[in-house]
């Protein structure tokens, strides 16, 4: 239940008290964002955002981050065209730590002259790396044809030369306008007292001072189209990516629940008519979706592609071919029906995470005013009829579109025959808990059950132990990865759009998966859903068929997608690492296979595969919701006993060949505004003890307060983003250094790597650092176990993995007992840097001798301040 307040001051506090799990997300929602810039200062909303967790009057810089993490938490703010939303979420009984920190950075930020020029570093790399990406730069290109000149079109993060303007004295000056008790508003929910809470903002915020002047409503005008603008880009990519806009009113317009209900109905999910048609049937498109963004002056309705350069045209076509079919002969009941039980479940499953529930109330009252609006939003969603929809698409659709396009280089467009697929379609409208858990064993299978009744949903795991990609032989690479994207795709009765129909209607989901070491089911439901949704489940697990169409279809996207998953540098970096850590082992090879093997790869092939792994010979069943134990695991044995005794047995332990010498790897990638770089060495198992320790160097490592973001980003201001990579399995897992910088940045980075790796290995943690990084750990693990599914998912692979279904239960105590030794021991034990592995993906071609110079290099001096000319000459 909601609690309002009212501060002395004026400021609006919101409280959820929950007990479902001793969690709290703190969030101070800004009424202040991109639009409210001006044209000279634009991403200063977005540069303060940043600039606040820099220090306050008490808190030197990278405490803020410290003291959250410190305390088991995170720490993070978003910005976007009319807000800036700061918030934390951490174990409740460090709530009053959380909220002081989270209120001290909204209202007292030092604005350090010099921090801020090094902060200013990073933003401009997080630009080149909006730039890099061919998602983000076609979005951002959307909007920016179908708001020229308003605030809308300029991106929140501002420009080069706007950023490079900003300084500490127009950040105070900024903050201080815009930062004051008309337009801040706080939530919090979690396992809180309300009053108390209550007692504490009034205390916190009291000296927030009061705006001078009315409120800020930044003046909009539409601008006109005389034309259908089209805006292109070239990326070193194998497809096109495409948005096709329709601009919309504001969000409170009447119009904008239909336009949200058409562009879910018709365009989200595999059942969907726009994917259906384009990707399923047609087979035109790799991708293909409908969505609505809108804002409180503006917003727009989208097509989004992505296809095959070839295909462009025939997906552009079709795709509008969908929008002039619903304006004919209307949506479908079934359709509508779909989407709004998928919105009704969607408000539920919202609910699990503190952090997620927090932010839709903020949502709803900086957009709508009122923080509850959502269920009245559901209302007017489910009042929205057939014929509403075609009254939306009619109105939405009078104005010209705009069309923006990343497309691969070399790739000649035909601007005039791409604006000649859009015209205005001609409408005529048809009048038509508990908190134990259990676990029993019978005849192979294990059942792990854990009843939660807070909320009435449930989350089913079926693990297999085997079927994933390291049980591959060279003329069947990728044959998990197919397998699993087919394994829902039809059974005996039912096809890969009825499954998709019936599911989204009920607001369910059951979805394959298949990693390295396990295949399975994931399945997801609402608790009254559960008769209707056990059918389908029988038939996907006890009856798959494989269809010849579906297959097809997945082949064709696979064979796309193997061709361009080097379209992206970081993939880039991050396969070429695997392959060369790995070397023969499954761990280093992608998921996917190759095109030889996946054209090779037929019904019969997959279905044998399914044979071999799909048995009762090593199956896990583990559920997380509400439920009866005994009448539920009753009707999972009646299930099970259906499936073979056995099948092939899962590969023995293969021994990964470790390194034993520096290895160096470089890859070209053109056009590219900043270097990736991926350092790293052969991790730890799951059963290895030291894996514990390995955990805590990471957190060490990772994060606002963490090591490489307070010496590399903070101090060096080589990147926008720089972190530590820790995974584990069965076999050896991998740990590793990744930081992307400006090219010519990039000797200092490896460099700056280098050097904090040799800090870790001849001094042990700090008591305080050591402290902090456990905390973290536990208060994320803590956050992360909100999710039913979250749960059912871990306790069934820590059970398959041989390391206890209960596992999770001892978690916290083994990371509580790791020492600062413990670490420094690990890390000599795995970080060896003469066998290190060093990726970089760079935008020329590069000499490895200049790689394995910049390593060598050794002191904070080296190259810090003195970059070599070679890599000037490299980066020219």
Not at 132 to 161: C, E, H, I
């Amino acid at each position: 239940m909601l609690k309002r307040y009212t501060l002395k001051n004026g400021i609006p506090l919101f409280v959820v008290e929950s007990a479902s799990a001793p969690v709290v997300s703190i969030q101070a929602w800004v009424a202040r964002g991109s639009t409210h810039e001006s044209a000279k200062l634009a991403g200063i909303s977005h540069f303060l955002e940043h600039a606040l967790f820099k220090g306050t009057k008490k808190r030197k810089v990278g405490e803020i981050a410290l003291e959250i993490e410190r305390c088991g938490g995170e720490v993070n703010a978003f910005t976007s065209f009319e807000e800036t939303v700061y918030y934390a979420t951490l174990a409740s009984r460090y709530f009053e730590e959380g909220f002081d920190v989270i209120t001290d950075a909204v209202q007292n930020p030092s604005f350090d002259a010099r921090e801020m020029e090094r902060e200013k570093e990073v933003i401009l790399e997080e630009i080149k790396r909006a730039h890099d990406s061919a998602t983000k730069t076609v979005f951002m290109n959307l909007w920016a044809l179908a708001f020229s000149g308003t605030q809308y079109g300029r991106p929140v993060l501002g420009y080069d030369s706007t950023v490079s303007k900003i300084n500490a004295k127009s950040l105070r000056q900024y903050h201080h306008d815009n930062y004051h008790t008309g337009s801040v508003s706080l939530f919090v929910v979690g396992d809180v007292d309300a009053d108390k809470v209550f007692d504490l903002a009034q205390k916190k915020m009291a000296r927030m001072r009061k705006p001078k002047s009315k409120p800020l409503v930044p003046k909009f005008h539409l601008p006109k189209l005389p034309t259908i603008p089209v805006s292109t880009a070239s990326r070193d990519i194998k497809e096109c990516h495409a948005y096709v806009g329709f601009r919309t009113p504001a969000i409170s317009d009447s119009l904008i629940p239909a336009l949200d209900l058409f562009c879910s109905a018709i365009g989200q999910g595999e059942s969907s008519r726009m994917y259906q048609k384009l990707v399923k049937t047609d087979r035109i498109a790799l991708d293909a979706d409908m969505g609505l963004v809108a804002t409180n002056s503006c917003g727009i309705a989208t097509i989004g592609l992505s296809t095959a350069p070839e295909k462009l045209y025939d997906a552009t076509r079709a795709a509008y071919d969908v929008l002039e079919e619903v304006a004919r002969e209307g949506a479908k009941p079934e359709e509508i029906d779909r989407v709004k039980s998928a919105m009704e479940s969607e408000i539920i499953y919202g609910k699990q995470t503190v952090e997620g529930y927090a932010k839709r109330l903020g949502y709803y009252h900086r957009h709508f005013g009122d923080p509850e609006f959502e269920k009245r939003y559901l209302d007017m969603i489910m009042g929205v009829k057939a014929e509403d929809l075609q009254t939306a698409l009619k109105i939405v659709t009078r104005e010209k579109p705009v069309i923006s396009l990343v497309h691969p280089q070399g790739f000649e467009l035909d601007k005039k025959k791409l604006v000649g697929l859009y015209q205005r379609p001609k409408v005529n409208p048809v009048t038509k808990s508990d908190t134990g858990i259990a676990c029993e064993k019978e005849a192979g299978i294990t059942f792990i059950t854990k009843r939660s009744s807070e909320l009435p949903v449930r989350s089913l795991r079926l693990i297999f132990l085997g079927g994933g990609s390291r049980e591959e032989e060279k003329d069947n690479l990728g044959i998990s990865n197919l397998f699993q994207s087919l394994w829902t795709s039809g059974t005996k009765s039912y096809s890969s759009l009825d499954l998709a129909h019936t599911l989204e209607s009920l607001g369910a989901s059951i979805s394959s998966f298949a990693g390295k070491n396990t295949c399975g089911l994931s399945v997801d439901f609402l608790t009254k859903h559960w008769h209707r949704v056990k059918p389908l489940l029988e038939e996907v697990l006890l009856e798959p068929t494989f269809p010849q169409e579906e297959l097809d279809t997945e082949r064709e996207l696979t064979l796309r997608e193997i061709l361009s998953q080097r379209d992206y540098p970081s993939t880039v970096c991050q396969l070429n690492f695997l392959q060369t850590l790995y070397g023969d082992h499954p761990y280093g090879r992608s998921h996917l296979g190759t095109e030889e093997t996946v054209k090779s790869f037929t019904r019969e092939t997959l279905s044998a595969w399914y044979r071999e792994y799909v048995h009762r010979g090593r199956l896990v069943v583990s559920t997380v919701g509400d439920f009866s134990h005994e009448e539920w695991v009753a009707e999972l044995r009646e299930m099970c006993k259906h499936l073979p005794v056995s099948g092939k047995e899962s590969k023995s332990l293969i021994p990964v060949r470790r390194p034993n010498q520096l290895q160096v790897i470089t890859a070209e990638k053109q056009p590219l505004f900043q270097s990736h770089v991926l350092i790293g060495f052969l991790g730890a198992r799951l059963d290895d003890e030291e894996r514990f320790a390995l955990r805590v160097l990471s957190s060490c490592l990772a994060g606002q307060g963490g090591r490489l973001f307070l010496e590399l980003r903070d101090k060096l201001s080589l990147a926008y983003t720089v972190a530590p990579m820790n995974s584990e399995s069965i076999e050896a897992g991998a740990f590793a250094f990744y930081i992307g910088c400006s090219p010519e940045k990039l000797e200092r980075a490896i460099t700056g790597i280098r050097n904090e790796i040799d800090k870790i290995l001849t001094k042990p943690l700090g008591a305080k650092e050591l402290e902090r990084a456990k905390q973290y750990l536990v208060g994320r693990f803590e956050l992360d176990m909100q999710r039913n599914s979250a749960q059912a998912m871990l306790f069934g692979l820590d059970e398959i993995y041989g390391i206890g279904y209960d596992h999770a239960l001892r978690y916290p105590a083994k990371i509580r007992a790791v020492t600062a030794k413990g670490v420094q021991a690990a890390a000599q034990k795995f970080l060896t840097p003469e066998t290190a592995v060093l990726s970089v993906v760079h935008p020329t071609p590069i000499d490895e001798a200049f790689v394995r110079r910049a390593w060598d290099q050794k002191g904070p001096g080296t190259s810090a301040n003195r970059p070599r000319k070679g890599l000037a000459e490299l980066s020219a």
